[in-house]
């Protein structure tokens, strides 16, 4: 059975950090990406990883506070986000690509994706 289960939100203060996790289980996958989405506005892409680690993609407005990574022996993706900012407040979604890799602005695609986790709140206050 395929799984991916996020942790890692919370309430915070604004500049403060988090590191939202997602651990995947059932299958390998090509890309792992990150959604949110705030009260009445629509899923928005935050940042996205290939499987091999090398490369990464992000929306414009977290470039130089967010960080995605991952750790393939644990099935685990991570990101890290410093500097938040109330905007940041959303239900953060870890996702997965099952079939096929992809690179670049594909990987900010949510259609893309076809496993979805499901979600962590988080509130950054002002």
């Known amino acids: 059975q395929v799984q991916l289960v996020e942790s890692g939100g919370g309430l915070v203060q604004a500049g403060d950090s988090l590191r939202l996790s997602c651990v995947a289980s059932?299958?390998?996958?090509?890309?792992y990406g990150w959604f949110r989405q705030a009260p009445g506005k629509e899923r928005e892409f935050v940042a996205a990883i290939s499987w091999s680690l090398d490369s990464t993609y992000y929306v414009e407005s977290v470039k130089g506070r967010f960080t995605i990574s991952g750790d393939n022996a644990k099935n685990t993706v991570y990101l890290q986000m410093n500097s938040l900012k109330p905007e940041d407040t959303a239900i953060y979604y870890c996702?997965?690509?099952?079939?096929?890799?992809?690179?670049?602005?594909?990987?900010?695609?949510?259609?893309?994706?076809?496993?979805w986790g499901q979600g962590t709140q988080v509130t950054v206050s002002s």
């Open positions: 059932g299958r390998t996958f090509g890309n």
């Open positions: 996702a997965a690509k099952s079939r096929g890799v992809v690179f670049g602005k594909a990987m900010a695609v949510g259609a893309q994706y076809d496993y």
